[in-house]
């Protein structure tokens, strides 16, 4: 048996060496086949338009999506290592991250017994992703629950077809590029859950031991929902939109009803999260106070908003300006202030950007998790990753139908000049703090915006 030498070097009693052998990198990945059937452009060679539409999603490109190659590798935006991330705090290892985001690749692996390292999956360009190939190639996806806890993602609750048929919802006819089967599964949210749900592993044997909390729950908030008959709609009810009238789902083939968009529109849609909610504002006058009160409802998603991800969150800001334009002081109470994780600023300056919204009039729609204390400050962590997290610290999503009332109290300056209150709701896709610590632009997107004048005749 040839032995590795670097690999010896790597045993316990080297423990100096233990930095450097955390350096070495994962073994080599073969590259996905260009124009293969895992390819999904070979798919989009006939099937043009579905190939457009998926190109263009966040589903169809999430191995360019530098954020996910970041935040496996722990590192920033400029490529250093910064730890922030999951093999900063779990070095050398793979964990079970590749599963959801290299799913084929993942799946073959493992019948051979080994794991994938996402970071080198993904600079080996190994596999094609979320692709065409591996949804349509499914043949059974499982929801699995022991106890209190689910067993996720594709290696536990996927089997692959494997007979070289693609497996489709039973709109075609025949294919000169493939054999077909028909599988009403793939209209079933439950084939989503596979990725849609996430059961951190849990790290009971690190220092910091990770409990395994659900930290993607998307699925099964729609389904306790949905059960309930206060959902009405499937996934892709809602996320792959029926195109009008009759298309072509093939070039040349003959034109279809109910075909559904390949595109997966959700947080990064503006008008799919615009209208996802109402906000409506109301205002009266109090002795010297102006009361504003606020209400908004979740019209519009089949579970929480933001829908998932625990670094996501909604949030209102409230402001209201004197007839100069300047801001009103808030006497109400701390309800009506935003929370820390809407931005506090630097930490050692206190200097405070134009996002940096943590107690300030407004509120914060989010389900972040919490971590244990860090080791070397003792702070307790909010608004990171999942993988180490024991609890959801606290969630305030957006139910469906369920209208959240805020209440905020600001004082009136003297004499009888209207006043302007703006009330803004953004999606902002990441922790302001977390998101400046790794150099990562941050877009508030615009939900709902509402502006009243109020006179005081
Ligand atoms: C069970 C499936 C699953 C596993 C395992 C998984 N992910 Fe994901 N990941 C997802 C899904 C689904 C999303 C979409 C996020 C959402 O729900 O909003 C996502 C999103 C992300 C994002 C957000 C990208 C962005 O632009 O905001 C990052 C980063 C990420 N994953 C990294 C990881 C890392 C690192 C691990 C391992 C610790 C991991 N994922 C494990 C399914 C998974
Ligand atoms: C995340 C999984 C997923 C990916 C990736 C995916 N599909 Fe689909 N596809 C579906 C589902 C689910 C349906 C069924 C939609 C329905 O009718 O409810 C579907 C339906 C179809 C249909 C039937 C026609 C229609 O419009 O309903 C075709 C053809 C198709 N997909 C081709 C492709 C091609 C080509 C690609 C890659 C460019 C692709 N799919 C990528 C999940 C996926
Ligand atoms: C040579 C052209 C060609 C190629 C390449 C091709 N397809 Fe198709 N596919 C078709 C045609 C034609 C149909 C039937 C369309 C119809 O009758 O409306 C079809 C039908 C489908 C259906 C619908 C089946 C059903 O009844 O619901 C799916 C899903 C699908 N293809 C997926 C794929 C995937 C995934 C790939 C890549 C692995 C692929 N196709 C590659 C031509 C092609
Ligand atoms: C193999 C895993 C996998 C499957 C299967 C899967 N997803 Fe995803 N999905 C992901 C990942 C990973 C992301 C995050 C991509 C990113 O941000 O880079 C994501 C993102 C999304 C988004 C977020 C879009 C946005 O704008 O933020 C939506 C919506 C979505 N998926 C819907 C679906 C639906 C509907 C299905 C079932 C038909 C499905 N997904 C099946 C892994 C999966
Ligand atoms: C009734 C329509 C509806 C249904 C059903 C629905 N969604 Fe959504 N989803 C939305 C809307 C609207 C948004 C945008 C608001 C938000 O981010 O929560 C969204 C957002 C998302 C996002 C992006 C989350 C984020 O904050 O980045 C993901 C991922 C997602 N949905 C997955 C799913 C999955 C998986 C299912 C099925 C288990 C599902 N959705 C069912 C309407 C729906």
């Not at 190659?69 to 705090?89: P, S, V």
């Not at 040349?252 to 109402?278: E, M, N, Q, W, Y």
């Not at 877009?443 to 509402?450: A, E, L, N, T, Y």
Request: net charge positive; glycine share 12%.
């Amino acid at each position: 048996m040839k032995r590795n030498p670097i690999a010896a070097l790597c045993r316990p009693a080297f423990l100096l060496l233990l930095a450097f052998c955390a350096a070495i990198p994962a073994r080599a990945y073969d590259p996905a086949v260009a124009g293969s059937a895992d390819d999904p452009q070979y798919c989009g060679a006939c099937h043009q338009r579905i190939y457009k539409e998926y190109s263009q999603s966040v589903m169809g490109s999430d191995l360019q999506n530098p954020i996910v190659y970041q935040f496996f590798t722990a590192t920033n935006a400029r490529g250093e290592k910064d730890g922030m991330g999951y093999q900063g705090f779990f070095p050398g290892q793979a964990g079970d991250c590749a599963q959801c985001h290299v799913p084929r690749l993942v799946l073959k692996e493992h019948k051979a017994g080994r794991e994938v390292d996402l970071g080198q999956a993904i600079r080996d360009k190994a596999d094609f992703g979320i692709s065409c190939n591996y949804c349509h190639g499914i043949e059974k996806t499982v929801v699995k629950k022991e106890g209190t806890r689910y067993k996720t993602g594709p290696v536990n609750t996927v089997t692959l077809d494997g007979s070289g048929s693609v497996r489709g919802p039973g709109k075609g006819g025949k294919s000169p590029g493939h054999p077909i089967k028909v599988d009403p599964a793939l209209r079933t949210s439950e084939f989503c859950s596979q990725c849609h749900l996430n059961q951190e592993e849990g790290h009971a044997k690190t220092r910091n031991e990770g409990r395994g909390v659900l930290a993607i729950s998307t699925y099964e908030d729609w389904k306790l929902l949905y059960d309930k008959g206060i959902v009405r709609q499937t996934c892709q009810e809602c996320h792959m939109p029926l195109l009008p009238g009759r298309q072509e789902i093939a070039v040349g083939a003959p034109k279809r009803h109910g075909a559904r968009a390949h595109s997966f529109v959700g947080a990064h849609d503006p008008a799919t999260l615009r209208d996802s909610v109402s906000l409506d504002l109301t205002t009266r006058i109090v002795g010297d106070e102006l009361v504003v009160t606020t209400v908004i409802e979740n019209i519009g998603a089949g579970h929480g908003i933001p829908g998932s991800g625990p670094i996501r969150a909604a949030l209102l800001k409230l402001d209201v300006f004197d007839a100069d334009g300047n801001v009103l002081s808030y006497t109400g109470d701390k309800n009506g202030l935003l929370h820390p994780l809407a931005g506090m600023g630097n930490p050692q300056t206190g200097q405070r950007g134009p996002q940096d919204w943590g107690g300030m009039p407004g509120r914060f729609y989010a389900k972040p998790l919490q971590s244990p204390p860090d080791p070397k400050t003792g702070q307790p962590r909010l608004g990171v990753g999942g993988f180490q997290a024991e609890k959801v610290a606290f969630d305030t999503t957006l139910k469906p139908f369920t209208p959240d009332r805020g209440e905020f109290r600001f004082k009136l300056p003297p004499g009888k000049t209207p006043v302007k209150v703006v009330a803004r709701l953004v999606y902002r896709w990441a922790p302001i703090g977390l998101a400046t610590a790794k150099g990562w632009k941050v877009d508030d997107r615009p939900m709902r915006v509402v502006s009243r004048t109020v006179e005081r005749s």
